[in-house]
């Protein structure tokens, strides 16, 4: 199957939430939480989205993370990984109790589908503008390795890529890692999008994109870059690119802040509330 035809299979499953512009949704990717050791790219930054969590629990955002949120190549059991980041859990409780929690799996949690809880994809349906609706999924179906053969993917990241990165190789068929499979996954993702003619959201490259003109294809970027997070707000019809980093106030003082990276980019026309 092509990963055309896998992009349409998934969205042939889609769960359908509404969009419109008192909609709230924050869309977060590939934070590749682990079990706390020195490969646990998440542990440096879990600080900063608890804060953002905390922000948009507080503000009434719906939360839909686009897959990849456990790091269950390089870690076997899932228990190691929620005990080692509680509070991450307790505050998908939260959000849940709520109705506001969406999960869907990646590449590298793909094990988690056997939970009826776990998507493959959601689409944000635009009833007044159907052709303004939100295509939402991992992005790993653009890679055949990544997901038809994802078995033998784990395999080499679990046994043969994971140690040699502790020695500082990278590897070379990841599209976070490799400029060239980046730039292919994105291309496929890019055209599926523009050849159904659907706004795609997507993460699994880890490269945030939300240009200022329309387009049919974005990505949310990761929790996993040296100095933030990055993720895609969603409100009043409009789309926004944002990360959160660590500052400093003129007394010293560090604090979490939010800065807006790109946006906002209207999707939904003008309207109130």
């Known amino acids: 199957m092509s990963a055309k035809g896998r992009l349409d299979r998934a969205f042939s499953q889609a769960l359908v939430l509404p969009f419109h512009r008192c909609s709230r949704y924050v869309l977060i990717s590939d934070c590749h939480r682990g079990v706390g050791t020195s490969s646990d790219n998440f542990l440096k930054n879990?600080?900063?989205y608890y804060a953002a969590m905390e922000h948009y629990y507080r503000n009434g955002f719906t939360?839909?993370?686009?897959?990849?949120?456990?790091?269950?190549?390089?870690?076997?059991?899932?228990?190691?990984?929620?005990?080692?980041?509680?509070?991450?859990?307790?505050?998908?409780?939260?959000?849940?109790?709520?109705?506001?929690l969406h999960l869907l799996y990646g590449n590298h949690n793909i094990v988690r589908r056997k939970n009826?809880?776990?998507?493959?994809?959601?689409?944000l349906y635009a009833e007044s503008a159907p052709e303004k609706s939100l295509y939402l999924t991992h992005g790993h179906q653009a890679s055949f390795l990544n997901s038809t053969l994802w078995p033998l993917a784990r395999f080499l990241v679990?046994?043969?890529?994971?140690?040699?990165?502790?020695?500082?190789?990278?590897?070379?068929?990841?599209?976070?890692?490799?400029?060239e499979v980046k730039e292919r996954c994105e291309e496929s993702l890019r055209s599926w999008a523009e050849t159904r003619r659907h706004i795609l959201v997507t993460g699994h490259t880890h490269r945030p994109v939300l240009p200022q003109e329309p387009s049919f294809y974005y990505n949310t970027g990761s929790c996993v870059h040296p100095r933030c997070i990055t993720c895609i707000e969603i409100q009043r019809g409009e789309m926004t690119l944002v990360k959160w980093i660590m500052d400093a106030r003129a007394d010293s003082v560090l604090y979490v802040a939010r800065e807006v990276i790109s946006g906002p980019v209207e999707i939904l026309g003008p309207g109130s509330c």
Not at 73 to 97: G, P, Q, S
Not at 116 to 123: G, K, M, N, S, T
Not at 158 to 173: I, Q, V
Request: charged letters at 30%.
């Open 158 to 179: 679990r046994y043969f890529w994971s140690p040699l990165e502790n020695l500082g190789f990278l590897d070379p068929t990841s599209a976070a890692k490799n400029y």
């Open 63 to 100: 939360y839909i993370e686009l897959g990849d949120g456990e790091e269950l190549w390089e870690n076997r059991k899932l228990r190691n990984i929620t005990e080692i980041h509680e509070d991450v859990y307790c505050m998908f409780a939260r959000f849940e109790e709520k109705g506001r």
């Open 46 to 48: 879990q600080h900063l």
């Open 116 to 123: 009826p809880a776990f998507l493959e994809a959601v689409i």
